[in-house]
């Protein structure tokens, strides 16, 4: 589990301003949970299984590690992309005339990196383009070519989540089982945070017990106010957590929500439903709906943007676990098929992991 929710040894516990009675007993329960700012009225103890999957994950984050930059976190978490696609790429460029052997093998390269055949042709079709242009001879010269269509391909997704237009603004997290959804929206609500911004959680996992109090025992130990219930439905949540954001005057509210396969309908129809309940709550929201997407599922992650924005509209996404794949050229295959903005990246289980998407420096950490 995502190092800021595991339970670390007393002495690298990070202070907080959560009464010690509460930060001492995280494993509590409550039927509605006000965390952080109201005692719950009535706390019931969590299930033992609970207790133990909690206290497994719960805070935790100052970390031993010598502080690296964000390009030099990006560039260590991309090592396995750039250890397949560079080395590879080297061959290719590696000298020689610019030929169609050479085209060829540039194609096969960029298809085993996970970028698909639409953004494979659309690649080798720009960088033939440039070569002509340019009037390049040297496969030396190729790397810059591909490196600039390569910008103006993912370019166009990076928009960065601009979230002063509204108050609470309103962002709702989808994504299939296991994705990051919980762990990232624990990155984004410190990252808010750090922007001097309000932010309450809405802990809409109603599948997933441990998802739920994980959710609560971070916001406690952080300072995020938590809207959980015990029981109830998803949408159910989000609308008392929507209200509460109004409320209170909250900046941000983040809603996660239980993982699901497209093809489960009745759950794709549950996550509708979370959807038209906040739009009950506040007419205008929600105001971005992301999707998390797991770099390890490659293609398949393009096939889960489809299905997820047919069913929601998304507005964005967020791509996680770069740092474990060589598939992180699925960013250009996503570009390709259906260029939603890609809002965050994540490159680590550190709670600093996760930075809006750049799409030069992302080349620069794949290519130099
Ligand atoms: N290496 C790495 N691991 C990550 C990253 N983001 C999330 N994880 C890990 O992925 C696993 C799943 O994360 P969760 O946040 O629990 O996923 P979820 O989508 O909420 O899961 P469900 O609630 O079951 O749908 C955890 O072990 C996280 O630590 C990342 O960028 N890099």
Do not use: C
């Not at 965390?35 to 019931?44: F, G, Q, W």
């Not at 007419?283 to 096939?303: C, M, W």
């Not at 050229?329 to 809002?343: D, E, N, S």
């Amino acid at each position: 589990m995502f190092s800021f929710f595991r339970k670390k040894p007393a002495e690298t516990q990070p202070q907080t301003d959560v009464p010690a009675s509460q930060a001492e007993a995280p494993a509590l329960a409550t039927d509605r949970v006000l965390a952080a700012d109201s005692a719950p009225a009535e706390p019931v103890v969590a299930p033992a299984e609970v207790t133990a999957a909690v206290a497994e994950r719960a805070v935790a984050q100052p970390q031993d590690k010598p502080k690296l930059s964000w390009a030099e976190r990006l560039k260590a978490g991309l090592a396995k992309t750039r250890d397949k696609l560079g080395k590879s790429l080297a061959s290719v460029f590696g000298g020689g005339k610019i030929d169609e052997d050479l085209y060829e093998e540039l194609e096969t390269v960029l298809l085993t990196a996970d970028m698909g055949v639409e953004a494979t042709t659309f690649l080798l079709d720009d960088v033939r383009e440039r070569v002509s242009l340019k009037g390049l001879k040297d496969a030396q010269e190729l790397k810059g070519a591909l490196k600039d269509s390569l910008n103006d391909l993912i370019g166009p997704l990076e928009i960065p989540l601009d979230v002063s237009g509204h108050k609470p603004f309103i962002l709702m997290v989808a994504g299939v089982n296991g994705a990051g959804k919980t762990t990232s929206i624990g990155k984004l609500a410190k990252y808010f945070q750090s922007q001097g911004k309000s932010v309450l959680l809405a802990a809409g996992d109603t599948f997933r017990a441990a998802a739920r109090e994980q959710l609560v025992v971070w916001g406690e130990r952080n300072g995020v106010q938590v809207i959980a219930q015990e029981s109830g439905d998803a949408a159910a949540v989000a609308f008392d957590a929507v209200n509460a954001a109004k409320a209170r005057g909250v900046d941000v509210i983040i809603v996660d929500t239980a993982g699901r396969l497209p093809t489960q309908l009745h759950l794709m129809d549950e996550i509708k439903k979370v959807k038209r309940v906040v739009q009950k709550a506040e007419p205008s929201g929600p105001h971005e709906i992301l999707l998390v997407l797991d770099a390890n599922t490659g293609q398949n992650a393009v096939s889960q943007v489809k299905a997820f924005d047919d069913a929601l509209g998304l507005t964005g996404l967020v791509l996680t676990k770069l740092d474990g794949t060589a598939k992180g050229g699925v960013i250009a295959a996503i570009a390709k098929q259906r260029p939603i903005p890609l809002r965050f990246i994540g490159v680590g289980e550190g709670i600093d992991d996760l930075r809006p998407f750049g799409a030069r420096e992302y080349i620069d950490a794949l290519f130099d």
